[in-house]
């Protein structure tokens, strides 16, 4: 996946073109992991922009980028901006982290995963992040489900952390899979019990991932899996890419629809997550989704009828230039949002209600 060049975000440094960026895009261009949105990502912008945050009402946060020799361009394509959602925390990290995805628990732990197998985290809220110790191929999925436990999937099966991402635990077993990329998405209860999915399987992963069995997914399914989440051991939810969450209560054996009410649209895929569920209990569940499109547009569906309606509202993130977003996470608290751009920019949103 080739990245446009880092950027200034707001006071944050500029990072200076490296042999190192070169090195890292060209590696991860020929691994075949490489994991590109439904639309790639832009050219570096030429346009300047700002990051503002209005408290309760707006959020926009804008990649500033400097252009020595190109012209200012409009930012039309922008979607207006509305939601309580604020930024908790905004950097523009080393490229060499080579990140296909970043998750914050909360404020201050987070985990990122990534090309080869690399894994960084931070206990100090983004002020640094460590390499954890970690052997395996390419990761795009990830859950953080405390400040110990955490998974995360990719190529060659999944692995398991039980101290806040610092060391990795390769996990035996998989389930059958036309997919050349065994898994995209996960999402756990504790350190045993979770699912996990690619584009067009889920299964049940059981005994601290020893055991694994399939789950049959909804028949009207439209599209892809866009995201999972597994709120109990029988309660769980499924995000296509037509638009619809799938509820089951009972494992997988029947599932009833939840449209979140799209129109004209569909929701952004790729070999890392570009949407999150949550949901709180039986009736409070959010969805965080990037739609597909040349436009960057964040959107988050909230419920509190357990999808029998959902408001809608448009997450103020916005990018200087098309479609910049690599992956989203929606942590378990269904509040902390963290987004990775393709300017090395892990931004964590919160959402005030």
């Known amino acids: 996946m080739n990245r446009p060049k880092s950027v200034a975000i ?4 500029m990072l200076k073109p490296s042999f190192t960026v070169a090195l890292v895009a060209l590696l991860v261009a020929l691994s075949g992991c490489s994991a590109a949105a439904t639309t790639s990502p832009s050219a570096a912008p030429t346009a300047a922009g700002s990051v503002a945050a209005t408290a309760g009402t707006a959020v926009a946060a804008t990649a500033a980028v400097a252009a020595a020799s190109a012209p200012s361009a409009a930012s039309a394509s922008q979607p207006t901006i509305s939601g309580p959602w604020q930024i908790a925390y905004q950097k523009a990290v080393d490229p060499a982290m080579a990140m ?6 909360d404020e201050t732990h987070g985990i990122t ?33 405390s400040a110990q436990v955490a998974w995360h999937c990719g190529n060659g099966g999944i692995g398991f952390s039980s101290d806040g991402g610092k060391t990795w635990t390769n996990v035996k077993g998989t389930y059958s899979t036309s997919d050349s990329f065994p898994c995209h998405f996960l999402s756990f209860l504790d350190a045993t019990t979770g699912w996990a999915a690619n584009d067009s399987d889920l299964a049940r992963i059981d005994n601290g991932g020893n055991t694994w069995t399939a789950i049959k997914l909804p028949a009207g399914m439209g599209g892809s899996i866009a995201a999972i989440d597994l ?9 296509d890419s037509a638009g619809t969450v799938w509820a089951t209560a009972n494992g997988g054996n029947t599932w009833t629809s939840k449209p ?25 569940g959010v969805v965080v989704a990037r739609l597909a499109g040349t436009a960057p547009k964040l959107v988050a569906f909230h419920t509190s009828d357990g999808g029998a309606t959902w408001q809608t509202e448009q997450i103020g993130l916005v990018f200087g230039s098309g479609d910049d977003t690599v992956s989203l996470y929606l942590a378990h608290d269904g509040v902390s949002l963290t987004v990775l751009d393709a300017f090395n920019t892990i931004t964590l949103l919160r959402y005030q209600a």
């Open 260 to 284: 979140l009410g799209l129109t004209g649209g569909t929701i952004a895929t790729a070999k890392q997550q570009l949407a999150g569920i949550n949901f709180t209990d039986a009736t409070h």
């Open 113 to 145: 995963v990534g090309y080869s197998g690399e894994v960084h985290y931070t206990t100090d809220g983004g002020k640094t992040w460590p390499a954890g110790a970690n052997t395996s191929l390419c990761r795009f999925g990830l859950d953080v489900v």
């Open 100 to 105: 296909y995805e970043a998750g914050f628990l």
């Open 10 to 13: 707001s006071g944050i440094p």
């Open 231 to 239: 709120r109990t051991a029988t309660d769980g939810y499924v995000l």
